[in-house]
């Protein structure tokens, strides 16, 4: 699998953006897909995850209300939507596939992935 993120960009606080991943290659449908992020000189962590079906959600604490993962399997591509941007939500945007069977217990982790995009630059300033 081939990710391709896309969506980045220079926004003030309080906009928004829309990312988008698109996958190539195996059908992505039984994969969760991830957000993850790293801000300058700070270790990649974890923003969101979803589910194959979509019907389960998961969210780093500080971008709860304010992001939303969602994905259409018909089109290969997942997508997070970033609501109230802070300067604090700076960073490369990276997305990640894991294939099944994948534990909720380790989709928070970058070893719970398999596949990464290239990532996508988010600049929020204020």
């Known amino acids: 699998v081939q990710l391709q993120a896309s969506g980045g960009g220079l926004v003030q606080a309080g906009g928004s953006l829309r990312l988008s991943c698109a996958a190539f290659?195996?059908?992505?449908?039984?994969?969760?897909m991830g957000w993850f992020r790293q801000a300058p000189g700070k270790e990649r962590e974890f923003v969101a995850a979803i589910s194959w079906s979509g019907g389960s959600t998961d969210y780093t604490d500080s971008v709860k209300g304010r992001f939303t993962i969602s994905r259409d399997n018909a089109k290969n591509t997942v997508y997070l939507q970033m609501n109230a941007l802070k300067p604090e939500d700076t960073a490369v945007y990276y997305c990640a596939a894991s294939k099944p069977p994948s534990p909720s217990t380790v989709l928070h982790t970058l070893g719970g992935y398999d596949y990464w995009g290239q990532g996508t630059l988010v600049t929020v300033s204020s």
């Open positions: 290659g195996r059908t992505f449908t039984y994969y969760t």
